[in-house]
């Protein structure tokens, strides 16, 4: 059964997200740091950063595609849950910056789509 509509959307979104959200260190750390806090370890933001923009270049093309298999919502509906998680609880432990819990938010609400 092909997916709806709004599920290509919804991959579509997420794609858009991850690639922007993980390319963004290697364009600018700079930048990246000015909103989310300075960083100790630069070659752990770039390989999340690398991974989140993969799993986005995924979901962009299964949307263009209109393909999106059972395994593919798992990683975009997993790695949301998981970035939230994480997210929420390196915040509440003072290990990261407050401005996480905004995209904490963003990856909740993926997963609630996902769920949908």
Request: charged share 20%; no cysteine; glycine share 6%.
């Amino acid at each position: 059964m092909p997916p709806t509509d709004e599920a290509v959307r919804l991959a579509r979104l997420q794609a858009i997200f991850y690639v922007a959200t993980g390319v963004w260190p290697f364009l600018s750390m700079r930048t990246f740091e000015a909103v989310t806090g300075p960083k100790v370890d630069r070659w752990l933001v770039k390989t999340v950063g690398a991974l989140v923009a993969v799993i986005g270049s995924g979901l962009a093309v299964a949307s263009r595609r209109r393909q999106l298999a059972p395994e593919l919502v798992l990683v975009a509906a997993g790695s949301a849950a998981a970035l939230a998680t994480i997210d929420t609880v390196y915040v509440a432990r003072r290990r990261i910056s407050p401005v996480y819990l905004l995209d904490a938010v963003a990856e909740i609400a993926l997963v609630a789509g996902w769920a949908r």
